[in-house]
């Protein structure tokens, strides 16, 4: 079946050492983004890739970083740097076109909790 | 900068009810307006998209509408189900920049009692 998955569902992270996310889709998917969710918020925006070999910040980038060298693979590495990490982290990808209506599907999530 | 608002953050009603969620932005210079559906635990799952020329759209039980000058969208559920439980969020798409990024509300946990 196509879809996004995301590896692990929990991860545990201890002070000073950086976590990877993992993230892979199937959906032959141009773009993939990286959101994170707090209790009772809405999504933020962490990174963005519309391209292999390219990436971009979104609105919460600092602490975190990614890497786009297969289309089909997106990780982000929440780094020490980041000192509230603790947090729900979706994958989601989508078309990329001239058409900005293309829908974004969404992976089952990560939930990463600090020891 | 655009901001989503989603009024009520809880919303508990018994099973059969039709009920109303409400959306608003601040900034109407969107492409498109989503309604998604997340399960606890779990991912996002799109239920309607709105295209910014269009003023609703339906799937099944779901009418989702548009109204661009007044900042605003609502989700209506018809004889709502135990299984219509969960949070939904709405999610506009950024009319400028090259990203055409999501801002997201923080959605309204909706519970549906049998």
């Known amino acids: 079946d196509g879809g996004i998955t995301q590896s692990p569902k929990y991860l545990f992270r201890k002070e000073g050492q950086n976590v990877t996310l993992s993230c892979e889709q199937n959906l032959n998917h141009d773009a993939m983004y990286w959101y994170r969710q707090d209790p009772g918020q809405g999504l933020r925006l962490i990174y963005y890739?519309?391209?292999?070999?390219?990436?971009q910040k979104g609105d919460i980038a600092e602490g975190y970083s990614v890497s786009r060298e297969k289309k089909e693979s997106f990780p982000l590495t929440v780094t020490s740097a980041q000192k509230n990490p603790t947090a729900f982290y979706l994958c989601?990808?989508?078309?990329?076109?001239?058409?900005?209506?293309?829908?974004?599907?969404f992976g089952d999530g990560t939930r990463l909790s600090i020891l | 900068k655009q901001e989503v608002t989603q009024i009520p953050a809880a919303l508990s009603v018994p099973e059969g009810e039709n009920l109303v969620l409400n959306c608003s932005f601040t900034?109407?210079?969107?492409?498109?307006l989503q309604w998604f559906r997340q399960d606890p635990g779990k991912g996002l799952t799109s239920l309607l998209l709105?295209?910014?020329?269009?003023r609703e759209q339906t799937s099944g039980r779901l009418n989702a509408s548009l109204d661009k000058s007044s900042g605003r969208s609502t989700l209506y559920i018809a004889a709502s189900q135990p299984g219509d439980s969960a949070t939904y969020l709405c999610a506009v798409r950024r009319g400028s920049g090259s990203a055409r990024q999501l801002t997201f509300g923080s959605g309204t946990q909706l519970t549906v009692l049998p």
């Open positions: 709105i295209q910014s020329s269009q």
């Open positions: 900034d109407s210079a969107i492409y498109n």
């Open positions: 890739s519309q391209i292999v070999n390219d990436f």
């Open positions: 989601a990808s989508s078309h990329w076109t001239g058409d900005s209506n293309q829908p974004q599907h």
